[in-house]
C-alpha cells in the first residue's frame, strides 16, 4: 500500500489499498464547545465541565457532529476541491476529551466505476482507543 499524493486525485490513479495521509487533530475545549454550538447541539454535556461531570464524565466531550465534520474533512482534504461526498457513514466508540488528540487515517477499501467513486474507510483513535470508524464514498474527477 502507498501514501497518495492528493496534488492530482482522479478517479483513474486511485487504487484499492491507497491510504490517505494520517492527519492528527488536537482536540480542545474551543474545538468541543464551538463545534457543538455551531451545530445547534445545546446539550450541557459539550460546554459545561459541571453538567459534563455530574453526568460521571471526567471533561466535556466531542458531539457526533463535530466528528462527522473531522471525518469529511479528512476525506475531502485528501479527494480535493473537485471530488463530491455521496455518502458518510461513522460509529462512535471512546470519547474525545480536551488535552488529547485523535489520529485520522483511512484506505481506499472499493472503487465504483459505474458513479467513478471511491470507498474510504476511516478511523479515529485517541489516548483511550477508537473514537470513530466508518466509510465515506466520494467520487472523483
Known amino acids: 500500500m502507498q501514501t497518495m499524493d492528493t496534488?492530482?486525485?482522479?478517479?483513474?490513479?486511485?487504487?484499492?489499498?491507497?491510504?490517505?495521509?494520517?492527519?492528527?487533530?488536537?482536540?480542545?475545549?474551543?474545538l468541543i464547545a464551538g463545534g457543538a454550538l455551531a451545530t445547534r447541539d445545546y446539550f450541557p454535556g459539550h460546554h459545561d465541565l459541571e453538567a459534563a461531570r455530574e453526568l460521571g464524565s471526567s471533561h466535556i466531550?466531542?458531539?457526533?457532529?463535530?466528528?462527522?465534520?473531522?471525518?469529511?474533512?479528512?476525506?475531502?482534504?485528501?479527494?480535493?476541491?473537485?471530488?463530491?461526498?455521496?455518502?458518510?457513514?461513522?460509529?462512535?466508540?471512546?470519547?474525545?476529551?480536551?488535552?488529547?488528540s485523535m489520529r485520522l487515517t483511512g484506505a481506499v477499501t472499493a472503487k465504483d466505476e459505474a458513479t467513478r467513486s471511491v470507498q474510504v474507510t476511516i478511523k479515529g483513535t485517541n489516548g483511550m482507543g477508537p473514537h470513530v470508524s466508518g466509510t465515506v464514498q466520494v467520487a472523483l474527477a
Do not use: C, H
Open 7 to 30: 496534488s492530482n486525485l482522479r478517479f483513474d490513479t486511485v487504487q484499492t489499498g491507497d491510504e490517505l495521509p494520517a492527519k492528527t487533530v488536537p482536540i480542545t475545549v474551543p
Open 61 to 100: 466531550f466531542m458531539n457526533i457532529l463535530t466528528t462527522n465534520g473531522l471525518v469529511q474533512s479528512f476525506v475531502e482534504g485528501w479527494a480535493g476541491p473537485q471530488a463530491r461526498l455521496m455518502d458518510l457513514k461513522i460509529r462512535l466508540g471512546a470519547p474525545n476529551y480536551p488535552g488529547d
